[in-house]
């Protein structure tokens, strides 16, 4: 059974930190590259992170130097610490595979403001 649960998003200032969790199915995580993504109002959502089976990461230039993925393996879960926090931050942010489609399964997301 496909899961994603999102987790740890908040109302914060900017200039503050935040840490998104999301623990996934097997199925999801154990074979694929895990991603975050995020939309904000009025836009569509966009892909901000990416971590590999082994650990390799890349990032969208906008949070580059700001945010943090990471996985823990035995626990199928994916992490995004994300220090720095700008007003341009607030989106609901999402989970999954890597290149997941908008007609795959997504979660219900968690949401981050940030405050200026």
């Known amino acids: 059974q496909v899961q994603l649960v999102e987790s740890g998003g908040g109302l914060v200032q900017a200039g503050g930190s935040l840490r998104l969790s999301c623990e996934a199915s097997?199925?999801?995580?154990?074979?694929?590259?895990m991603a975050w993504y995020r939309r904000a109002p009025g836009k569509q959502r966009e892909w901000v992170a990416q971590i590999t089976s082994g650990g390799s990461t890349n990032y969208a230039d906008s949070v580059k130097g700001r945010f943090t993925i990471s996985r823990d393996n035995a626990k199928n879960t994916v992490y995004l610490q994300m220090n720095d926090l700008k007003p341009e931050d607030t989106a609901v942010y999402y989970c999954n595979k890597r290149w997941a489609l908008r007609n795959d399964y997504w979660g219900q997301g968690t949401q981050v403001t940030v405050s200026s």
């Open positions: 097997r199925s999801i995580f154990s074979i694929n590259t």
